[in-house]
């Protein structure tokens, strides 16, 4: 072969003397068959070979199967966001017409995803208060195909009866969809309570080094199949290095989220007892409203806690601008402690009336604890609450 041959095409493809220990990398497009008999074989689903990294690719493969046994699922779909993980879900398994009942307090994505575009695709919703969910059978009509909702929900970590809406939405012949995200597959798993699909935002703590975007949909096989054939057509799939760099953080998933927990019940006890704070919201006090039900559907209750620091928006500005160890910043689940103020985030241009019928206050601080020793967030938390 001549030169330009040979660079192009001298060392490309697999080492049949190499196995690795880790999943590399498939940084390809494309793959290789051996004759137009294996490329039948693959369009008629004889094969396991892979054709195209839009459709699937090993590496990607390799963190969708270690998602999917921890949310003991049939399969799981990796996104390139979260929120391409609920454009897809929506659109590939609905139409215009068919309605989705949504909880109200629901990721400010979601909610403007149905309310401001998939509404334009005649898409209804019906946004649900946590005491209209309390009797999901209610909410639940001839339209109604999805009832999406999350648990615990942002930014007050109230909980949902998992179960009861699950059951409920069965039997009225809806698909029950939750966004897993603030709970993670190892304090909650919504399969095993009867979930028909699990969303997470793998941003958060499934990744847990804030360092990738993506999202995940974990359900049994042949109810997301739609799902997947919308993925192809969207494209909203992850790359290769970014499930690899997610593969590697779900590796830690167990011992992080046990730090997670025990962090955040610390500092959790801790605020509490804190004459200067309002109120905490921790689903992991007794002194939360939803503390019995979190108990009963979750094994641990995370890093995510809210503070209401008092003072109105002034106080929490105050607070948040002397913090030293917790890092100023929105998202949530990674290895460091982020503060952010819900007023100046996902509840930016609230009216009082909103934010009241939210459970919302101009006061209230989010933490998201992360794995650092405990006593020097205790530390920081202190002399940011100092007069
Ligand atoms: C609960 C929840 N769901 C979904 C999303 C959207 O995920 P992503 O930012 O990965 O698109 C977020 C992001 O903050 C979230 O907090």
Redesign the pocket.
């Known amino acids: 072969m001549r030169p330009a041959t040979t660079i192009v095409q001298g060392s490309q493809g697999k080492d049949a003397h190499a196995s690795p220990l880790t999943t590399p990398i498939y940084e390809t497009t494309t793959f290789l068959f051996d004759s137009a008999a294996d490329v039948r074989a693959y369009n008629e689903g004889r094969s396991e070979k892979f054709l195209y990294s839009r459709y699937g690719n090993p590496t990607v493969l390799a963190a969708e199967k270690t998602i999917a046994s921890l949310e003991g699922a049939g399969m799981a779909m990796l996104f390139s966001?979260?929120?391409?993980?609920?454009a897809t879900a929506l659109l590939g398994l609905l139409k215009a017409g068919d309605e989705v009942v949504c909880s109200a307090a629901?990721?400010?994505?979601?909610l403007h995803l149905l309310a401001d575009l998939l509404s334009r695709f005649g898409i209804l919703s019906r946004f649900a208060t946590l005491d209209e969910l309390a009797h999901p059978e209610r909410l639940i009509g001839e339209r109604t195909k999805i009832v999406w909702f999350?648990s615990p929900i942002?930014p007050t970590l109230r909980c949902v009866d998992v179960a009861a809406i699950a059951a409920a939405s069965r039997a009225r012949g809806a698909l029950s969809i939750i966004?897993n995200?603030?709970a993670s597959p190892l304090n909650q798993r919504p399969i095993a309570l009867g979930v028909d699909v699990v969303?997470?935002?793998?941003?958060?703590y499934l990744n847990g080094h804030s360092d990738v975007?993506?999202?995940v949909l974990a359900g049994p096989a042949a109810l997301l199949a739609p799902v997947d054939k919308a993925r192809r057509m969207l494209g909203g799939v992850l790359d290769p290095q970014a499930a690899y760099a997610i593969g590697r953080g779900l590796k830690t998933l167990d011992v992080r989220m046990a730090r997670h927990n025990s962090n955040g019940l610390t500092v959790a006890r801790w605020l509490e007892k804190d004459p200067r704070i309002t109120s905490v919201y921790y689903p992991g006090l007794e002194s939360h409203p939803d503390h019995a039900l979190a108990k009963k559907q979750m094994s641990g209750f995370g890093g995510m806690m809210c503070v209401d620091v008092g003072g109105g928006l002034a106080g929490a500005e105050r607070f948040f601008d002397r913090l030293k160890v917790f890092r100023r910043a929105?998202?949530?689940g990674g290895v460091e402690s982020l503060c952010s103020l819900p007023c100046l985030t996902?509840q930016w241009g609230h009216t009082d009336a909103q934010l009241a019928e939210a459970g919302i206050t101009k006061s209230m601080a989010r933490l998201s604890i992360g794995l650092e020793d405990p006593q020097d967030l205790i530390d920081d938390l202190d002399q940011a609450l100092a007069l």
């Open positions: 966001s979260g929120q391409a993980a609920t629901i990721y400010g994505g979601t999350e942002n966004d995200t603030f969303m997470h935002s793998v941003t958060k975007t993506a999202g929105a998202s949530l996902s």
